[in-house]
């Protein structure tokens, strides 16, 4: 089976500006998470999509968005991109995803570079 | 909300010897936790887990154990390779689907 991919790998904004990242989870998963993992924070937990529906959101600011599809495909999107936004972004796929026990299976991240 | 505190933040030893990673967590609802393993530049990879039911487990040179009285639970890798040197994260699985709260992580570099 396929792994997690993400899309694009690495982007590159300046301040003001949005942006939409991609990703596929494993075949047959139906739970998508999304991370932001910085050197000063950490991995931090964004928003969590079950069914095309966001279950659980993290403490980011409205600014971080994101949807599901109905294969299972997650995007998500930040607007009026910040300095502090540059970091990588993780998505994760999990099996069941009705229950919390599930391995979760990250993707490569998408390195977001924000000028 | 879930907090997760993680020690050391960075740990070096010689090939061969042990190590050991503990953390702190606050949900006491929590019944999951995972170990997660990140290399240079790679995703985290789950190395083993560990569930509320349960108080140690063991796969190969890698050990968890888990308190849930005193909301602890520990890492210990045997025999540490050169290899073993990466990032590690424990994790804490409360009780909303889909979010995992990562510890701070501890850089373990292992010397040849």
């Known amino acids: 089976k396929a792994g997690v991919t993400q899309t694009p790998r690495y982007l590159i904004k300046t301040r003001g500006q949005q942006v939409t990242l991609s990703c596929s989870p494993i075949?047959?998963?139906?739970?998508v998470s999304w991370y932001q993992q910085t050197p000063g924070q950490g991995l931090q937990f964004l928003f969590e999509?079950?069914?095309?529906?966001?279950?659980n959101k993290g403490n980011f600011p409205g600014r971080f968005s994101g949807r599901q599809f109905s294969n299972s495909r997650s995007e998500m999107n930040v607007s009026t991109l910040e300095l502090g936004d540059s970091a990588l972004y993780l998505c994760?796929?999990?099996?069941?995803?009705?229950?919390?026990?599930?391995?979760?299976?990250f993707g490569p991240g998408t390195r977001l570079t924000v000028l | 909300g879930e907090n997760v505190e993680q020690h050391p933040s960075t740990l070096s030893v010689q090939e061969g010897d042990s190590a050991v990673i503990k953390c702190t967590y606050s949900?006491?609802?929590?019944?999951?936790f995972p170990w997660y393993k990140q290399e240079l530049g790679k995703r985290p990879q789950l190395i083993i887990d560990?569930?509320?039911?349960?108080g140690e487990k063991k796969d190969q040179r890698i050990a968890v154990t888990l308190n849930k009285t005193a909301k602890h639970f520990s890492l210990h890798i045997t025999e540490t390779q050169p290899e073993d040197s990466a990032v590690y994260f424990c994790?804490?699985?409360?009780?909303?689907?889909?979010?995992?709260?990562f510890g701070q992580g501890t850089i373990l570099t292992v010397h040849p």
């Open positions: 999509y079950f069914s095309e529906t966001q279950r």
């Open positions: 560990i569930r509320s039911n349960v």
């Open positions: 949900d006491s609802a929590s019944n999951y």
């Open positions: 075949s047959g998963h139906r739970s």
């Open positions: 994790v804490e699985s409360g009780t909303s689907y889909g979010k995992l709260t």
């Open positions: 994760a796929s999990s099996l069941i995803g009705q229950t919390t026990y599930n391995e979760q299976f």
